[in-house]
């Protein structure tokens, strides 16, 4: 074989070397961008720590929620602690703790508002506190789900105080 030859052969080889990274790379980018996104599907992708028990009623929640008591509350810790899930677009009314409230989120992505505050984003593993009798609401974003742990302590002074609903304005904002 004469160097040409091999020379010819050579550039060749590289050239399909060269498009087959183009076309590697190409592949990758598109599969990047088309992977599922966990949170896009909450249905399917967002997973419950604690099931999904009792469906909220509609009275101090706009969207469908599920309720899952885990600790109830009693004379002893007077803590309660239960897990809600709140579907995309989801979040209950204004309200208030006599004794604050503490969330944690456990999936998924949402919004917590105190009155007179920016609305603050929550994603997995945020951590949020309201203080006593400060109205504030809570739920899921609109395209995403959101599982939350809520604490609520010293419930010898009550639990909670329902006020009117969140408005798709103040929820949108
Ligand atoms: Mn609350």
Redesign the pocket.
């Known amino acids: 074989m004469d160097e040409n030859r091999i020379y010819k052969i050579k550039k060749i080889m590289k050239n399909q070397l060269k498009n087959l990274l183009i076309t590697a790379s190409i592949c990758f980018a598109i599969a990047g961008c088309s992977q599922p996104k966990t949170m896009e599907n909450p249905e399917n992708k967002i997973s419950a720590i604690f099931p999904m028990e009792e469906p909220v009623n509609g009275e101090t929640f706009t969207g469908k929620t599920w309720h899952t008591p885990l600790v109830p509350s009693d004379s002893t810790l007077t803590t309660v602690v239960g897990n809600v899930y709140f579907e995309p677009g989801a979040r209950?009314h204004w309200?208030?703790?006599p004794s604050g409230?503490i969330?944690l989120i456990t999936d998924g992505k949402g919004f917590h508002q105190i009155e007179g505050q920016p609305k603050q984003t929550l994603n997995k593993g945020d951590v949020v506190t309201?203080p006593p009798n400060v109205l504030?609401?809570?739920g899921a974003s609109p395209d995403t789900g959101m599982h939350q742990l809520?604490i609520?302590p010293n419930t010898e002074n009550g639990i909670?105080e329902w006020k009117h609903a969140v408005t798709d304005l103040e929820y949108l904002k």
């Open positions: 209950s309200h208030s703790h409230q969330l309201c504030h609401w809570h809520f609520v909670v």
